[in-house]
């Protein structure tokens, strides 16, 4: 190679694509054709030429301007191009390509898909939790039961490592029903309660204030009742 010509290849510059792009353009709808056709619209516009015609592009793929110029026609159409009017700094009016459409798209793409499996992983969670209440209650849960957990996260907005917790401070006090835990979600949320860490430590909290004055200075009789934790009524 003569050094003119690499300075020429220099000077030609570069230009980047997203990545999330170039892996996703046919989730996206598009084909090779039109995904290469766009590449080269951005090489345009980046190069400085912002209103390539369909033989310019044509002539840097294996494509007739005639079927570049329909691929350009679908692309305008089904909203991953756009032609846009502005003026210059003499009111001379000019077109040029955009490709807006296609960043919003993208852009929109990653959104869905980003709720998508924030609401699949919901889902695990609610599957999940219906599962341990069962295994909890040693029997399947009745379907007043089903409606009050489902309860509990869709209308009181419980997070289901809430209810979690709720669910053990109910077995360890050995009072599981439905009832009890409906209370200390209701005591919870009443006092700001919305992290595994916090309703641990108010639970703490709680049953060391409502240990008797006797029975605090009361020393443990032998290491059986060494380890005796009490607990809150949270039905009281």
Same mark, same amino acid.
């Given at each position: 190679?003569?050094?003119?010509?690499?300075? /020429?290849?220099?000077?030609?510059?570069?230009?980047?694509?997203?990545?999330?792009?170039?892996?996703?353009?046919?989730?996206?709808?598009?084909?090779?054709?039109?995904?290469?056709?766009?590449?080269?619209?951005?090489?345009?516009?980046?190069?400085?030429?912002?209103?390539?015609? +369909?033989?310019?592009?044509?002539?840097? $793929?294996?494509?007739?301007?005639? /079927?570049? $110029?329909?691929?350009?026609?679908?692309?305008?159409?089904?909203?991953?191009?756009? %032609?846009? =009017?502005?003026?210059?700094?003499?009111? %001379?009016?000019?077109?040029?390509?955009?490709?807006?459409?296609?960043?919003?798209?993208?852009?929109?793409?990653?959104?869905?898909?980003?709720?998508?499996?924030?609401?699949?992983?919901?889902?695990?969670?609610?599957?999940?939790?219906?599962? %341990?209440?069962?295994?909890?209650?040693?029997?399947? *849960? @009745?379907?007043?039961?089903?409606?009050?957990?489902? $309860?509990? $996260? =869709?209308?009181?907005?419980?997070? +289901?490592?809430?209810?979690?917790?709720?669910?053990?401070?109910?077995?360890?006090?050995?009072?599981?029903?439905?009832?009890?835990? =409906?209370?200390?979600?209701?005591?919870? &949320?009443?006092?700001?309660? &919305?992290?595994?860490?916090?309703?641990?430590?108010?639970?703490?909290?709680?049953?060391? @204030?409502? %240990? +008797?004055?006797?029975?605090?200075?009361?020393?443990?009789?032998?290491?059986?009742?060494?380890?005796?934790?009490?607990?809150?009524?949270? *039905?009281?």
């Amino acid at each position: 190679m003569k050094k003119e010509q690499f300075i /020429e290849f220099l000077e030609e510059g570069n230009f980047s694509i997203p990545n999330y792009l170039l892996n996703n353009y046919v989730k996206l709808g598009l084909n090779e054709k039109e995904f290469l056709l766009i590449l080269h619209v951005h090489s345009f516009v980046e190069s400085g030429k912002i209103f390539p015609t +369909p033989m310019e592009i044509a002539d840097k $793929m294996t494509i007739d301007p005639t /079927e570049c $110029m329909e691929i350009l026609r679908h692309l305008l159409q089904k909203g991953y191009l756009a %032609i846009s =009017d502005e003026m210059d700094e003499y009111s %001379i009016k000019y077109e040029r390509y955009s490709l807006q459409p296609l960043w919003e798209k993208m852009i929109q793409y990653m959104l869905d898909k980003s709720k998508q499996a924030t609401i699949q992983s919901n889902k695990d969670d609610e599957a999940s939790l219906y599962t %341990i209440f069962e295994q909890e209650f040693g029997r399947p *849960l @009745s379907p007043f039961e089903c409606e009050t957990l489902g $309860m509990w $996260m =869709d209308q009181d907005h419980h997070d +289901p490592t809430i209810i979690k917790a709720a669910l053990r401070e109910a077995v360890i006090s050995g009072k599981l029903n439905f009832r009890y835990i =409906d209370r200390i979600l209701f005591e919870w &949320k009443k006092n700001g309660i &919305k992290t595994l860490n916090q309703a641990n430590e108010y639970g703490k909290k709680f049953r060391k @204030s409502n %240990i +008797p004055p006797k029975q605090q200075n009361q020393m443990p009789v032998n290491k059986t009742n060494k380890n005796t934790v009490p607990f809150y009524n949270w *039905l009281d």
